[in-house]
């Protein structure tokens, strides 16, 4: 089975505050990717990796980036957190056949 | 660009059968996805067509018209436990990226 993992269920952070959210998967996949999933709007793609130190802007890149160093971990960096940036974050992980996500993050930033 | 309609919410009976609708317009369609998501939880992936025609797995089954640009999922032998939303997504586009749908929140009724 595979198995995508993330740093924390749920996470409080402060305005301002550098976040970093940690992902990793198992199954030796060269693509990941990175989603905030908010009420009414749905799971938005904000990036996404084909491979190591690639990456590439999804569809609401702005106040986020990212580092891909090893292909097993993709992290998503918050560079200086904000109010509208509280949300639930979910990586995922696709083969050929299917994507699979991990159990997600809930980020508060107060 | 990518865009994914699916009813927002459905009702149905324990023991009963229900389609979910997705209608997609896409350039360059690479497959699509089916996914459950509890309340609070990250989705789940069910199915994934590539090819037109109908997939049956267990009690869930999903449906490709990629003239049509339509799929459905079909769940029958509906459990309480299939209360959830389903998400439809869409991989293709000029990054061979996954879109979600809003997804539709099924309730079922004893």
């Known amino acids: 089975d595979v198995k995508v993992t993330q740093s924390s269920r749920y996470l409080v952070k402060r305005t301002g505050e550098k976040v970093f959210l940690e992902c990793v998967q198992d199954?030796?996949?060269?693509?990941m990717f990175w989603y905030r999933q908010d009420p009414g709007l749905g799971l938005r793609l904000i990036y996404f990796?084909?491979?190591?130190?690639?990456?590439e802007k999804g569809d609401i890149p702005e106040g986020y980036s990212v580092s891909r160093e090893k292909k097993e971990r993709f992290s998503l960096i918050l560079e200086s957190a904000s109010t509208n940036q509280t949300s639930m974050y979910l990586c995922?992980?696709?083969?050929?056949?299917?994507?699979?996500f991990g159990p997600g993050t809930r980020l508060t930033v107060l | 660009g990518q865009n994914i309609d699916q009813p927002t919410e459905m009702t149905a009976t324990e023991g009963a059968i229900v389609q979910i609708n997705c209608t997609y317009q896409t350039s360059g369609f690479n497959g699509l996805f089916w996914y459950q998501q509890h309340a609070g939880e990250a989705p789940t992936f069910l199915s994934y067509?590539?090819?037109?025609g109908l997939e049956e797995k267990g009690r869930f089954s999903s449906f490709l018209s990629r003239s049509k640009g339509y799929s459905y999922l079909l769940l029958k032998e509906l459990q309480m436990k299939d209360s959830a939303s389903y998400l439809c997504a869409v991989r293709g586009g000029r990054d061979d990226k996954i879109i979600f749908g809003k997804g539709t929140r099924l309730h079922i009724l004893p």
């Open positions: 199954m030796d996949h060269e693509n």
């Open positions: 067509n590539v090819l037109d």
């Open positions: 995922a992980s696709r083969s050929r056949t299917g994507q699979f």
């Open positions: 990796s084909y491979d190591v130190k690639m990456k």
